[in-house]
């Protein structure tokens, strides 16, 4: 018997989808090989019941919950291919091949960390994607935040919410229009538009930002926005992406190939593990109405 629904990727939204498939008594299988997306970070927050939470504490507590459901397997594992095989799908994981009606992607974005000299160090420490995430735990610091494009620049500005220091780095990759040096300087927010070079580290998080020629200002914490690209499984797919490169769904999480859906950080620049979550609990409903009146129709419920 095929599965009903295989969920690739055990994060918030596909943890809060198996949960929902479960409860629905559908036939669900998540397959998730690790290591999580969030995995440098200490502390989850603005989670609901859960603010505080290691990541992976939040992960063994929903595992845990998912173990009443029989309908539901859990299997740390990687897919290596998707294909369509008739009106199924023929999933193929690392040791064994496996049918399914329906696949729900769960797999999140891939970050691509600059190889700047002490960043991947800081990464989830000193340096956050995330106010909502981990400003509250740094308030009031000497913030920076690294700006790729004029566009992005008013984030500077947003993180005034949190601290009132706050310098703004645009690494030279753009010139800064005079309307926003404008807006900057009536905010009290500095923009710094030498090329970085590198982070020092005090040795218990960031020290320093540094600068081509030897200087350097000093900062606590960094703010930024990496970019950011689909998975090669995700990519392989031939889904439709939009102009920032999320996958395209539409209100009942279809994608563009049928049978396929998503949810969660893959299809939307509004990422953070309660929107993921969420996401996937409302994914998850939908296919759970679709594929109910599938059954029904063949005569299977």
Known sequence: MPHDVVIVGGGPAGLSAALMLGRARKNALLCDSGPPRNAA????????????????????????????????????????????????????????????????????MVDEVPHTPGYRDLWGKSIFMCPYCHGYEVRDHAFGYVATSAQWLDFALFLKGWSKDVIAFTDGSFPVPAEAREKFERAGVRIEERRVIGLRSDGRGLAAVQFEGGDEVAREILFVRPPQHQTALVASLGLALDEQGFVRIDAQHHTSVSGIHAAGDLTTPMQGALFAANAGSIAAAMLNHELTMELVTEGVL
């Open 41 to 108: 970070a200490e502390h989850m927050h603005s989670f609901v019941t859960r603010d505080g939470i290691p990541p992976s504490e939040f992960r063994r507590i929903a595992r845990e919950q998912l173990q009443p459901y029989a309908s539901v397997e859990v299997r740390d594992t990687r897919i290596e291919a998707i294909e369509r095989q008739g009106k199924l799908f023929a999933v193929r994981l690392a040791s064994s091949t496996v049918l399914t009606r329906r696949v729900l992607l769960c797999t999140g």
